[in-house]
């Protein structure tokens, strides 16, 4: 763990030797929600490759790159692209980011994903802020010995997600009049998409949504003692007894398409805050 915490250390260093502001806001961009780095007034773009410790994206819609900068007021740094465990990645290394992200000195974590829908009242194209998650990828990135510099040893995950930043989303959500529901996230490590029997189990379990990221990032955001705002665009459904095979390009066409109404309540948070 003193590995990691000096690999954090350099990460930051290296950083701040090329910007040498404080953060207040991390954020997180999934699959298709690469268009909110285009709203931040950028100091700068840093490939991942160029920062020491980072690992390589190598998800194609992912651009791979940590934009710097100033949105609604708030300095805030945006990882365009994240990493997943289904690349063949550690979550201790997936998770880095989020490291470095409370090294820089943010405070508040905001993490996006494109996922697919398991609630019938949910539709192709809504929006979800996640209120509470399930973790069915089999690993969790605080195993191991815990630094206590880093956070505690049994974080806490009554409230992962932080009521008042999901209750403050969800009023601009109905004050802009966008589709935007609160549930449950959960998270396989994928690659392959899951079996009908697989989205009846998920269904009954309580899960509102299914992924491949987000929850990784969240505990060790927990960990940090970060307030974390988590959103989740629905881009196909997962209805078992409806299941059509889906099409990645459909995906990030969905999600494209649905992230202009993410980025506007997105915007309003960071201008609250």
């Given amino acids: 763990m003193t590995a990691l915490y000096d690999q954090i250390q350099e990460s930051a260093a290296a950083l701040k030797g090329r910007w040498n502001r404080t953060p207040k806001v991390g954020i997180i961009l999934g699959t298709g929600l690469g268009g909110l780095a285009e709203e931040i007034t950028a100091d700068d773009k840093i490939p991942y490759d160029q920062i020491p410790h980072f690992l390589k994206s190598t998800v194609a819609s992912h651009k791979g790159q940590l934009v710097v900068g100033t949105l609604e007021g708030q300095t805030v740094m945006a990882m365009e692209g994240r990493f997943h465990a ?29 996922c697919g829908g398991l609630n019938p009242q949910y ?3 809504d929006l979800m802020v996640i209120e509470d998650h399930i973790n069915l990828m089999g690993d969790n990135p605080l195993i191991g010995p815990n630094d206590d510099r880093l956070g505690d040893r049994f974080p806490d995950m009554c409230y992962p997600y932080d009521r008042e930043l ?3 989303a969800m009023q601009i959500a109905l004050e802009e009049r966008i589709v935007c529901h609160k549930g449950v996230y959960s998270a396989l490590k994928g690659p392959c998409l899951e079996t009908r029997a697989e989205y009846r189990f998920l269904r009954t379990i309580g899960a509102d949504v299914i992924g491949m990221s987000t929850i990784p990032e969240v505990i060790v955001g927990v960990h940090s003692k970060m307030r974390i705002l988590g959103f989740s665009i629905i881009t196909d459904m997962c209805l078992a007894d409806a299941l059509e095979p889906v099409s990645l390009p ?10 202009k109404k993410l980025r506007t309540i997105v915007k309003r948070v960071l201008a609250s805050l």
């Fill in 86 to 114: 289904y690349e063949g990645y550690s979550l201790q290394s997936i998770t880095f980011p989020v490291r470095v992200m409370k090294a820089m000195g943010c405070e508040v974590l905001i993490v996006s994903n494109a």
């Fill in 123 to 125: 539709s192709k194209g």
């Fill in 166 to 168: 999901i209750a403050k």
């Fill in 250 to 259: 459909e995906i990030i066409a969905t999600a494209n398409t649905a992230e």
